[in-house]
């Protein structure tokens, strides 16, 4: 388990910000990299913004493409859900 620190904001972010992060750093436009990835560009997006969740498969491309395990997909993907139901219970 990678265990990702709760960020300043006290709320985890989505994998979709951290994967923005790693598309600037490459100069990568969204249409680039979902044609690498084999998916359309609407639903990179979606991933980008936080409407669309990760899934393992997702994260097995993410991890081959740039090198970063899929476990830590998985890992902000679950932390940020948790965080999610959590403040539906508060």
Do not use: H
Not at 29 to 49: M, R
């Amino acid at each position: 388990m990678l265990i990702v620190p709760k960020p300043p904001t006290g709320r985890y972010n989505t994998p979709g910000e951290l994967l923005r992060e790693k598309l600037e750093e490459r100069n990568l436009t969204q249409a680039e990299f979902a044609k690498c990835l084999g998916i359309s560009q609407p639903n990179l997006n979606d991933i980008l913004k936080g409407r669309r969740r990760v899934s393992a498969a997702f994260a097995i491309k993410l991890e081959k493409e740039l090198d970063l395990a899929a476990e830590l997909w998985i890992e902000l993907q679950g932390l940020f859900d948790l965080d999610l139901e959590r403040e539906k219970t508060r």
